[in-house]
């Protein structure tokens, strides 16, 4: 028995290392587990990057004032339009990219490439003029208070302003994942916030001849770490290091390769926009409760990115696997991974809700000493955490929908559950039965468990095989 533990121990360590090496590249024949493994422990790891980046930044943060924190937390809900286009175009680029390979049309797959990034830095640039603009109008728009928009304004600037280097981010990590080249995505975002990480504390706090920006340098580290991962994605399309290879002669507007991919991205844009102009009025809601409530809604949001962005990895892992099997005329294999993703998923999220449920107030105090902040922070994660086995469900199948290329139907069900049943809610149940952030954080769960449950009904039905990108 211990012999044979050890073997299988040497085998899951050997299939780790191939995977966040890149060697398989295979995901249309052959085991689905292995298939699954192999590409979700690189969007994991790439993913739990992101996560961990999060929760550094809002520690370090959170050492400058109470109003630094509400600040990240105004301007990340607006910033979270950009990541709608970002994430919006990012699927159309994993849904084309993914099938083109599974096609074996790889001159197809290129092409797509090059007019998402052409598209991508054209909408950064317009989104980044605005942002740098307007930032103090827009932090007062979302209720912020004199003082904190004095502090924290170039915060706001510096990140709107700089958004090319997160919507490209997004978008070659994107490629990268539909080509089915996640470990080199997952290398890029090490890269990317391993520079943020250690650039944080020097501009925030002031080292050596840099001088102390207050919560402006956790603006000033982010461009930097992400401007730097985003030249290497390019030194990797460009010399070869992926399936993907970029050339000049490919630096051309493809005007029916980009129309298609404006179509596929369109639903995915809107999807994003309907969740994060969710997430943008409840933040507005819970700026009438003040900054103290505030700033523990929002480091509670950063201490469940933890979990969601690996959630997240797996759910992409699933995007791809569709992707890919649908062009390789294998639906009912795209379909099985999607399940068994799905049920991986849920049992690590059960795992991570326990947690959570039991020591809320303790994970929370790590990052501030204030009572309201911890007592407002551990009740939202404690009720968000309570649906986290919905969660995993909905996540992977939305991700499936959108591998598919049928980035429609997320769109409808994210229209029904947070417009038309969370944001109503909200407002009824914080302000007209006055039961303050509570009812905030109430409806964030009710209306993700909603989500799950139309998703499971309507991808049973198996419409998402039949479309065409």
Known sequence: MAHQNKLSLNKLFKNFIIAVTGKETEFTTGSIRKAIFMLSIPMILEMMMESIFAIVDIA???QV???AVATIGLTESVITLVYAIAIGLSMAATAVVAR???EKDLRGAREAAMQAIILGIVVALCIGSVGFLFAKEILALMGGEPDLIAEGYGYTQLLIGGNIT????FLINAIFRGAGDASIAMWTLVLSNGLNIILDPIFIFGWGPVPEFGVMGAAIATNIGRGTAVLFQ????FFGWSRIKLGVQDILLRFKVMLNLVQVSMGGIAQFLIGTSSWVFLMRLMSEFGSEVLAGYTIAIRVMMFT???????SNAAATL???NLGAKQPE???KSVWITGKYNAIFMLSVSVIYLLFAGEIIGLFTEVNTVIENGSLCLRIVAAGYLFYAYGMVISQAFNGAGDTKTPTKINFIAFWVFQLPFAYLAAITFELGALGVFLAITLAEVMLSVIAIIWFKKGYWKKVQV
């Open 60 to 62: 370090y943060v959170s």
């Open 65 to 67: 004032s109470v109003n």
């Open 308 to 314: 969601f962005m690996p959630a997240w990895g797996m």
């Open 322 to 324: 569709v992707g890919q």
């Open 100 to 102: 083109r390979i599974g």
């Open 234 to 237: 390019f030194a990797i399309l």
């Open 333 to 335: 294999r795209a379909e």
């Open 166 to 169: 997160i919507v490209l981010l």
